[in-house]
């Protein structure tokens, strides 16, 4: 989702930079921040019932979750539903990170802007196949028309053959600052091109025929 990616570049702007600059343009307590925002962003769209308000009032439990204040958090959170709950980020103390992060949260396009984010989709699949199209249609060379028809329709059939292929493990990262990365990373199979058996024998086929 686009506005995650957007979330995660203002954070970091935040949450590293010089001595100098350090609690004027960025705070160390922001620095385990980065991925969390972008994930309680994820999830205020998934969970807002298409409602704009209600997204932008989601989003703006962000700060005083991690400033360890629960009481607007979502009545489902774990945060509210166990009681021996301990925040696992860097509590938010310094009114210069608060201000940081509120200021950064309430600037972004999806808090200005939650009517267009409402019925927000995952680009997976969209992401996914860009991927397979760069593959085949390398974007430094200029192809001719026919060439490129070609390409975009192996590319199709590549993808559609290899999209969903089940995975053999999950490899899970021990990064504490990356905790989507810590729910696991699928290795899949090895990619199948049964496709091109399948181009060759029609060819065969209108030559034979």
């Not at 350090?22 to 999830?43: C, F, G, M, Y």
């Not at 204040?69 to 945060?79: A, F, G, P, Q």
Request: positive net charge; glycine residues 2%.
């Amino acid at each position: 989702m686009a506005c995650g990616e957007s979330s995660q570049k203002s954070m970091k702007k935040l949450s590293t930079g010089t001595k100098k600059t350090e609690d004027i343009s960025w705070s160390n307590q922001l620095s385990d921040k980065i991925e969390p925002v972008a994930t309680h962003i994820h999830w205020a769209v998934r969970n807002c019932n298409q409602e704009p308000k209600k997204l932008r009032e989601l989003i703006e439990t962000i700060v005083p979750h991690y400033k360890n204040d629960h009481t607007k958090c979502h009545h489902d959170s774990r945060c509210r539903k166990d009681e021996n709950y301990e925040p696992s980020r860097i509590v938010i103390t310094s009114k210069m990170a608060s201000k940081l992060l509120e200021k950064a949260i309430k600037d972004s396009v999806i808090y200005k802007y939650p009517e267009d984010y409402v019925l927000g989709k995952d680009t997976f699949y969209v992401e996914s196949f860009n991927n397979v199209m760069n593959i085949f249609q390398d974007k430094r060379i200029a192809f001719g028309d026919d060439q490129y028809k070609l390409r975009s329709n192996l590319a199709v059939v590549h993808w559609n053959e290899n999209v969903d292929r089940e995975h053999t493990s999950v490899y899970k990262s021990r990064n504490p600052n990356a905790p989507r990365n810590q729910k696991g990373k699928k290795v899949y199979k090895k990619l199948t091109f049964a496709y091109r058996a399948s181009i060759w024998r029609k060819y065969i086929n209108t030559i034979y025929s």
